[in-house]
């Protein structure tokens, strides 16, 4: 379960987060790239935008579910 007390600075304020157990595995970009992306230098996954709608909060939700390291959290501060 992810970690807000660990989550990555570069994510934006909001529900959805990403924190330090990624391991960069791209499901969550693919899954929904408009709202994840990467830090190529050090090679993670952030979220750079929060969802405003029920279709993007799905897909970040989608995201969240499919993590196989559960690093994806939806209990940030909005």
């Not at 660990?6 to 934006?12: G, L, R, T, Y």
């Not at 090679?43 to 029920?54: C, G, L, N, R």
Request: charge should be negative.
């Amino acid at each position: 379960m992810a970690d807000k007390s660990d989550k990555w600075s570069d994510n934006a304020a909001g529900k959805f987060y990403v924190d330090e157990q990624c391991i960069d595995c791209d499901l969550c970009r693919e899954t929904a790239p408009d709202f994840f992306t990467r830090n190529d230098d050090e090679a993670y996954s952030f979220v750079h935008k929060q969802p405003t709608d029920q279709d993007g909060i799905d897909l970040c939700m989608e995201a969240l579910e499919g993590c196989p390291v559960e690093a994806i959290g939806d209990d940030g501060e909005e």
